[in-house]
């Protein structure tokens, strides 16, 4: 069945397309997929909507850029698992969205097919890698949309929108048709305009795959997805949260900068940049009343391991990327150079035309940490601080080898240290953006699902939080999230109209 324009739909989302461009390919007439639902397959909050994918994960006909120039004319041949099963609950495509090359940003900049606005303020950016697909739900154009979050890329662009942001646990969703960065660390992710959506959509994604060995259901134990399914703990507040102090991480990297004496330097840097704006902290300090106004209980907690997060995500992403990276050789598929004398010349022209700064900065610091005789050094140390870092979480939570300890129901982070940033002077430099991705990494490293959603609008721009929970408890985060929703509606940008209830 084909999708229904609301009147006056169309004219909506192209006067706010021109004005955020979160597109690459836009299509809202893209014929029936195949395998669309038949109606009695149809899934209520998800049938007959409208949505947009990631343009690094694969729609059959669509383009699958990746935001790369090697990719820019590419077309997939098959659908992603995420994408068929919403298809097949009656939801329909309408485009592919911009994101940062391969997914390696947090602003969407790095893309090489152009530059995304953010609706709130359109001389900002809206946060990434998935910065696209945060724009197009945040505008309205559609109510939900699919990303990836392998550092905290569906999490930080939500945040910066103002809209919902699920990372699921790892492997909860399939990753079949998605195009790999840093496979250990990626997950599929939801971005909806609200909770009540996202749970929908997660719920019609999740599962396991045959396609993705790595994917797995929910154990029994698991608490529902959905309050009313089961006999699991209730939706009503009540469970008790734990809060990660900023301060207390900024005082952490502090303390090791110190440690690492005159090698201190990166760590110094990344502890000015993990502190909070000023409107940030007000944000999440409002969201620690509301919750304790909720019913929730709030306590302190800190993780000590967490200040070595970034680099080891950093050592462990790059490795994986330029392992991943190595199939665009432009042989089979990908932009071609003009000439070329031989095969190796061809993917040496093809890659060094192909692939922006960012990308091969990462291929070259992936090769460096994986050299033969310094595994032990960076790429094997990075791994004991992941442990670490998860089994710091799970211990806090009750979870994995904690299993017998009573727990916190979820843990409260930021999601970044500031709003959507701007361009130009107002911008943050590039290594200010990967340390702040210590509130979202950690998550990707202890393989445990976090949801990001609008806590307050300071200053013009929405502010988000993220909580954090035990392995496939997403349904305990969604049930949070929509307590805070349901006594304070989330926010949007001037000019938006709701089409999609
Ligand atoms: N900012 C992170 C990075 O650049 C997030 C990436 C992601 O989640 N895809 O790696």
Redo the contacts with the bound molecule.
């Keep these: 069945m084909p999708i229904d324009f609301p009147g006056g739909f169309l004219p909506y989302a192209e006067e706010w397309e021109k004005r955020i461009s979160a597109f690459i390919e836009w299509r809202p007439d893209a014929p029936e997929p195949a395998d669309a639902a038949p109606d009695g397959a149809r899934v209520p909050g998800i049938a007959g909507l409208p949505f947009a994918v990631k343009d690094n994960i694969a729609v059959k006909d669509f383009s699958l850029s990746c935001g790369s120039k090697l990719l820019e004319k590419f077309r997939s041949p098959y659908s992603a698992t995420v994408v068929r099963r919403l298809e097949a609950a009656g939801a329909r495509v309408i485009g592919k969205t911009n994101?940062?090359e391969?997914?390696?940003?947090?602003s969407t900049d790095?893309s090489a097919l152009g530059r995304t606005n953010n609706p709130w303020d359109t001389g900002r950016v809206p946060g990434?890698?998935?910065g696209g697909s945060a724009a197009a739900v945040a505008a309205g154009i559609v109510p939900f949309a699919l990303g990836?979050?392998?550092?905290?890329?569906?999490r930080?662009p939500a945040a910066f929108c103002g809209v919902v942001g699920l990372k699921p646990t790892y492997g909860a969703v399939s990753r079949y048709g998605l195009v790999a960065?840093?496979s250990s660390?990626?997950s599929a992710g939801v971005l909806a305009d609200t909770v009540e959506r996202c749970r929908a959509v997660f719920s019609v994604i999740r599962g396991p795959d045959p396609l993705d060995e790595t994917s797995h259901g929910a154990p029994a134990a698991a608490p529902p997805l959905y309050p009313d399914a089961g006999t699991g703990r209730p939706a009503a507040p009540g469970g008790r949260i734990g809060v990660l102090s900023p301060e207390a991480v900024a005082r952490a990297l502090a303390a090791a900068a110190k440690d690492a004496g005159g090698e201190g330097g990166a760590l110094e840097a990344a502890a000015q940049a993990s502190v909070l704006e000023e409107e940030t902290r007000r944000g999440f300090e409002l969201a620690k009343t509301r919750l304790s106004g909720l019913g929730y209980t709030l306590v302190e907690v800190e993780i000590p391991s967490l200040k070595y997060g970034v680099p080891a995500?950093?050592t462990i992403?790059t490795a994986e990327a330029s392992a991943n990276l190595a199939r665009f050789d432009s042989i089979r598929y990908g932009a071609r150079p003009g000439y070329a004398e031989n095969p190796d010349e061809l993917v040496d022209k093809a890659r060094e035309a192909g692939f922006g700064a960012?990308v091969k900065l990462?291929i070259l610091l992936g090769t460096f940490v994986l050299r033969s005789g310094f595994q032990d050094r960076y790429y094997l140390r990075a791994q004991r601080i992941r442990q670490g870092i998860r089994r710091g979480f799970e211990a806090l939570l009750g979870d994995g080898e904690y299993r017998e300890k009573a727990g916190l129901d979820a843990i409260l982070m930021p999601v970044f240290p500031s709003r959507a940033f701007g361009r130009g002077p107002s911008s943050l430099s590039a290594f200010a953006?990967?340390a702040?991705?210590l509130y979202?990494?950690c998550a990707?490293l202890a393989g445990l699902p976090s949801l990001s959603f609008p806590a307050s609008v300071e200053g013009g721009l929405p502010v988000g939080v993220q909580i954090l929970g035990r392995a496939c408890a997403e349904g305990t985060l969604l049930d949070i999230a929509e307590a805070y929703e349901k006594k304070y509606p989330f926010p949007h940008p001037g000019g938006y109209r709701a089409f999609w209830s």
């Design positions: 994101l940062d391969f997914g390696m940003g947090s790095n990434g890698s998935s990836t979050d392998t550092g905290g890329s569906v930080q960065y840093a660390l990626e995500y950093y992403a960012e990462r953006q990967k702040a991705d979202t990494c990707n």
